[in-house]
């Protein structure tokens, strides 16, 4: 009998203890949820601005940030910062800087070691 009882209040407390894991589940898997509809929103708000942007870039430059960015993991364009490639974490040699520098502003200019479309700021060290 006393094993009986002492089986009985075992089975409660470990119904107890399910059921308080569960409720930590169910409220990790809300969060997880919640979380997954925000980054949801985000891409699509995301996707849109990229669409706009892409509408008024020419379709030969497009194209070949596609194809670098198919080639380079990801990213097809690096910027460039403080004279070095933030695609391959470069830093660009003085020939390569002059030539950036004697560049128009519309050429597109490329990393000649990664390859990758550079983007050129106020920071990039020119």
Do not use: F, W
């Not at 070095?84 to 000649?112: F, M, Q």
Request: net charge negative; glycine share 4%.
């Amino acid at each position: 009998m006393e094993r009986r009882e002492s089986a009985q209040e075992r089975l409660k407390e470990l119904t107890e203890r399910v059921a308080a894991v569960q409720t930590k589940v169910d409220d990790a898997t809300a969060r997880r949820d919640a979380a997954q509809a925000e980054l949801d929103t985000e891409s699509a708000s995301v996707a849109k601005e990229r669409e706009l942007v892409a509408g008024s870039v020419p379709a030969d430059l497009i194209k070949l940030y596609e194809k670098l960015r198919e080639q380079q993991g990801g990213v097809g364009a690096a910027r460039l910062y403080q004279r070095k490639c933030e695609g391959c974490h470069i830093e660009l040699n003085i020939t390569e800087l002059n030539e950036v520098r004697a560049a128009a502003a519309d050429t597109v200019v490329r990393c000649e070691n990664c390859r990758r479309i550079l983007v050129r700021t106020s920071e990039s060290g020119l």
